[in-house]
């Protein structure tokens, strides 16, 4: 049975920092993109940052900087280490699993609230 299970979100102010991680089980981890969405109220869900089963890393424009991916392969963890929060980054986030073969397998875990406020 496939899991990717969220943790560590939570409401903090502004400038302060989060550490997301995303526990799996039930594939082969190794061999997935890993990655972070995010869905604020109202918006549609957008990528926050990914990591490859090599390790190249993408960003989105508005977490350049700010935010790290990293995985762990030994463990079948991802994280997003999120720094310099801002109350635009409140939202839910939402760990992600890919792998391109000849078809598209995804996965997603349940989401976790970050809420950045004063």
């Known amino acids: 049975q496939v899991q990717l299970v969220e943790s560590g979100g939570g409401l903090v102010q502004p400038g302060a920092s989060l550490r997301l991680s995303c526990a799996t089980s039930?594939?082969?981890?190794?061999?997935?993109?890993m990655s972070w969405y995010r869905q604020a109220p109202g918006k549609e869900r957008e990528l926050v940052a990914s990591?490859?089963?090599?390790?190249?890393?993408e960003y989105a424009e508005f977490v350049k900087g700010r935010f790290t991916i990293s995985r762990d392969n030994f463990k079948k963890m991802a994280f997003l280490q999120m720094n310099s929060l801002e109350p635009e980054d409140t939202a839910v986030y939402y760990c992600?699993?890919?792998?391109?073969?000849?078809?598209?397998?995804?996965?997603w875990g349940q989401g976790t609230q970050v809420t950045v406020s004063s």
């Open positions: 990591i490859t089963s090599t390790e190249s890393t």
């Open positions: 039930g594939f082969q981890f190794t061999f997935y993109t």
């Open positions: 992600n699993a890919l792998l391109r073969t000849t078809s598209l397998v995804d996965f």
